[in-house]
C-alpha cells in the first residue's frame, strides 16, 4: 500500500472540494430545513464524471478507481452528507450490483446511464419485519411465464421515489430461506411499483428515504439480476462495499465539523486555549485514524482482495468517530453549535445516521467478528 496519491487523486479531490463548496454549501441548510432532494446536484455530478467514477469507460464510467471514489464520498459528505449518501447508495450499492453481477445487455440499459449521472439508483432490502436480520424478508417474487411477480413492501429506501433503478430484493423460494432470494433490477413507472410516506428524518434530511410498494409488479424475466437464489449474497455483497462508502461519509462529517468549529473559533474571535488545542488534536487524530480505516479497505477492493472485514471495521469506527467529534464541536463551540447556522448541529443529526444505516454498528461488531473467527479457525 502506498501512502501517497496520484495527481489524478489530488486534482479529483480539489474539484470535488470546489464543487461542493460552491454548488452544495449556498443550499445546504434550506435542503435540510425543508428536506428538500436537489436532482440538480445529482446531474452536476454526472456532468463532472463523478456518478460512475469506479467503472471503466466502456460501462460509461470514470475507469478510476474505490479509493478516489471514498475520497470523492468524503469531500461530498464534508459539506453536505444528503450528497455523500446519495451518491453512496447509487454507486456502491445499486452499480455494483449491476457491474458485478449484470448482463451484458442490463449493463448498456442500467449501467451506463446511471455511470453517466441520466439515472439514479437506489438498493431495496429492509422491510417492516427484517431491518437487521435481512434474511427474514416477506416481498415475494412469482414466476409467471416471462415475468416475474413481485409483491410487498420495502422501507427506508434511500433515493426512494427520485431514483430511475431500484435493486430489489425478494423471496422466489420460500422454502430456501436465504438461498430463495433473488435481486432484480426494477424501473420506475414499472405497473405495481408504487412509492408510499417519505420519511421526516432526524438527520442526512435532504436525501429521500421512502417506503416501496409492489402490488403485482410485474418485473421481466430478463431483468432478473443474477441467478435465482444468489440474491441473499448480492445483496451482502453490496453492502460490504456500500459499508466502505459510508465509513467515507462518516469520515467527510467529521471533518466538516472539524471546519465549522476552526471558522467558529476565527469569526467569533474565541481565544484559543490548551482545552480547544487539546480537543482539536484529538478530533484531527480520529479523523485521520477513519481516514485511514475507510482507504484501506477501498484500496483492497480496487485491488481485488477481500474488503468485507476493512469495510465493516472502517463504517463502525468511522461513524463512532463522526459521533465523538461532532458533539465535541457543538459543545466546544457552546450555544453558537446549537444553532441551525452554526452547521455542527447538522454534522451531528448527520453523524448519527452513520450509525444505524447499511448495517447497524451491532450488525457491523457481528461481521467483524465473524471474520475475525473465520480467519483464526
Ligand atoms: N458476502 C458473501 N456472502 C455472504 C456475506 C457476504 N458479505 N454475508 C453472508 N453471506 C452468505 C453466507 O456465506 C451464507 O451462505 P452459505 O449458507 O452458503 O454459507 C449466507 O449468505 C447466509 O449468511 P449468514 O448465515 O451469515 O446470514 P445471517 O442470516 O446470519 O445474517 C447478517 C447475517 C450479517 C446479520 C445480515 O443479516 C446483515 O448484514 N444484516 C444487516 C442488514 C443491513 O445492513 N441492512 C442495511 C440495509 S441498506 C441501508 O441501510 C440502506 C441505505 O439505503 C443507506
Excluded at 175 to 191: D, P, R
Excluded at 232 to 248: P, Q, T, V
Excluded at 289 to 312: D, E, F, H, I, V
Amino acid at each position: 500500500m502506498q501512502f501517497s496519491y496520484t495527481q489524478d487523486q489530488q486534482d479529483i479531490r480539489a474539484k470535488v472540494r470546489e464543487f461542493a463548496l460552491t454548488k452544495m454549501e449556498p443550499t445546504s441548510e434550506e435542503r435540510d430545513e425543508f428536506e428538500r432532494f436537489d436532482r440538480d446536484i445529482f446531474d452536476s455530478i454526472g456532468e463532472l464524471g463523478w456518478s460512475g467514477i469506479p467503472w471503466s469507460q466502456r460501462f460509461g464510467g470514470g475507469g478510476s478507481d474505490f479509493l478516489t471514489y471514498a475520497m470523492v464520498i468524503e469531500e461530498l459528505s464534508r459539506v453536505c452528507a444528503s450528497t455523500g449518501v446519495m451518491l453512496s447508495v447509487h454507486t456502491s450499492l445499486a452499480s455494483w450490483a449491476i457491474h458485478t453481477y449484470g448482463t451484458d445487455a442490463q449493463k448498456q440499459t442500467y449501467l451506463f446511464p446511471m455511470a453517466q449521472g441520466k439515472k439514479l439508483g437506489a438498493y431495496c432490502l429492509t422491510e417492516s419485519e427484517s431491518g437487521s436480520d435481512a434474511g427474514a424478508m416477506r416481498t415475494t417474487a412469482t414466476k409467471e411465464g416471462d415475468a416475474y411477480v413481485l409483491n410487498g413492501s420495502k422501507l427506508f429506501v434511500t433515493n426512494g421515489g427520485e431514483a430511475e433503478v431500484y435493486i430489489v430484493f425478494a423471496v422466489s423460494d420460500a422454502q430456501n430461506k436465504q438461498k430463495g432470494t433473488t435481486a432484480f433490477i426494477v424501473e420506475k413507472g414499472m405497473e405495481g411499483l408504487i412509492f408510499g410516506t417519505k420519511e421526516n428524518k432526524l438527520g442526512i434530511r435532504s436525501s429521500t428515504t421512502m417506503e416501496l410498494r409492489f402490488e403485482d409488479c410485474r418485473v421481466p424475466a430478463d431483468n432478473r439480476l443474477g441467478p435465482e437464489g444468489e440474491g441473499f449474497r448480492i445483496a451482502m455483497r453490496s453492502l460490504d462495499g456500500g459499508r466502505i462508502g459510508i465509513a467515507a461519509q462518516a469520515t467527510g462529517i467529521g471533518q466538516g465539523a472539524l471546519d465549522a468549529l476552526v471558522a467558529y473559533q476565527e469569526q467569533y474571535g474565541v481565544r484559543r486555549s490548551e482545552l480547544f488545542d487539546a480537543s482539536f488534536s484529538e478530533m484531527a487524530s480520529h479523523i485521520e485514524g477513519a481516514r485511514l480505516l475507510t482507504y484501506q479497505a477501498a484500496w483492497r477492493k480496487s485491488k481485488g482482495l477481500s474488503y468485507g472485514k476493512q469495510a465493516a471495521i472502517a463504517k463502525l469506527f468511522a461513524s463512532d468517530m463522526a459521533v465523538k467529534v461532532c458533539l465535541r464541536a457543538v459543545q466546544l463551540c457552546g450555544v453558537w453549535g446549537c444553532l441551525k447556522e452554526s452547521k455542527v448541529e447538522r454534522y451531528l443529526r448527520d453523524a448519527k445516521v452513520t450509525q444505524i444505516y447499511e448495517g447497524t454498528n451491532e450488525i457491523q461488531r457481528i461481521v467483524i467478528s465473524r471474520l475475525l473467527l473465520s480467519e483464526t479457525t
